[in-house]
């Protein structure tokens, strides 16, 4: 009998020192995670700032071009001249635009990773947690309670499987089992950067099955929560179409003109002005 507990008593420490040591290994991962993300925030805000400053060589060369054809002689040369350095500004538009739609790609997958090893640090911690109070246990003799504050190892995938398998089944048509993904996701995984996407595809689940009171409540909480999400204009959009399918032409006219207001440039405020127009005055 002494000697299994010995055994134990020398197994356990060694038993808790891989998960401890695989734990560190993951804050350390997370860490330089967090910092590429950073870099990669810092790279595109440093990008972004360029727009405005090639708008404003396209609005001086606009003044020129007036300007030339008011007084200049020679105004089919300027006109040609002016014409090509508009035609180069352009193309500088689509490259940094490119460039910041891959910065955005590149951070959303960032954010996914960072979502998984925080996930996965989180198991870790329980588990180490879990084995050294088996560890006092075994020493002192006893069987101890677990603690109070002491943290249940997740079960179950990491948020970018749960999210993808829920977006999978939304493809697919499976509106149920979609929401049933999605709202397990926002359950498990508030906080996680794709929780204002999952809140939007509930709402489209919701819209696709008709249920247009159950959508509105779902973009509204897109809206609410993460107002300044790539999905915020859907999501408006969605509502001003979940009320123009409701009958109640008055909100969802209401709805539409905000779109227009509150996300001009958008694929969305253009839409919501095609809607507008071919709703009766």
Known sequence: MKASVMTIAVLLPLAACAPQAELVKMRGEMNDLRAEVRKEVRDTQTRVPDISGIQKRVDQLEDTVRKGSEGSSDVNQRLADQGARFDQLVTDLQI??????????????????????????????????????????????????????????????????????????????????????????????????????????????????????????????????????EKAPGARLKIGYSYLNEKNAFRAKEVLNRVIKEHPGTREAELAKEKLAKMPK
């Open 96 to 229: 940094l635009q490119g460039k910041v739609e891959e910065n955005n790609f590149r951070l959303k997958e960032l954010s996914q990773k960072l979502d998984d090893k925080t996930y996965k640090v989180a198991e870790l911690a329980a588990r180490v947690d879990q084995l050294e109070n088996r560890l006092k246990s075994q020493s002192s003799g006893t069987t101890a309670a677990p603690a109070a504050d002491a943290k249940p190892v997740p079960k179950g995938p990491s948020p970018s499987e749960a999210y993808q398998q829920a977006k999978a089944d939304f493809d697919k048509g499976s509106f149920d089992l979609a929401i049933a993904g999605f709202e397990n996701y926002l359950a498990l995984f508030p906080d996680a950067s794709q929780a204002d996407a999952a809140q939007y595809w509930l709402g489209e689940c919701w819209y696709s099955k008709k249920e247009y009171g159950k959508a509105i409540d779902a973009f509204e909480k897109v809206l609410k929560n993460h107002p300044k999400s």
